[in-house]
């Protein structure tokens, strides 16, 4: 940087940099309003995941009780026997 710019070269230099942080904070904003809505769908997503796969569990223990509670073809003694 040059010792002798002019107030007139640093008034455009400073306005430009709160430019760009006007600029950047806009966007910092953005990305963190949508970082939230990400973290918000990935917990309603967890959530969904483990109930589905406590629904999941729960019927593959329905289908083996049932299994074990009634006899299939394979468990039945033929009728000549």
Do not use: C, F
Not at 28 to 56: C, F, H, P, W, Y
Request: charged share 30%; aromatic share 4%; hydrophobic share 35%.
């Amino acid at each position: 940087m040059s010792t002798d710019a002019t107030p007139a070269e640093l008034a455009r230099r400073l306005e430009a940099l709160e430019s760009r942080i006007a600029y950047q904070e806009h966007w910092l904003d953005t990305l963190d309003e949508a970082v939230a809505g990400q973290e918000q769908r990935l917990s309603r997503l967890e959530r969904l995941n483990a109930l589905m796969q406590e629904k999941i569990r729960d019927q593959q223990r329905a289908l083996q009780e049932n299994d074990t509670a009634t006899p299939g073809p394979a468990d039945e003694v033929p009728p000549h026997y």
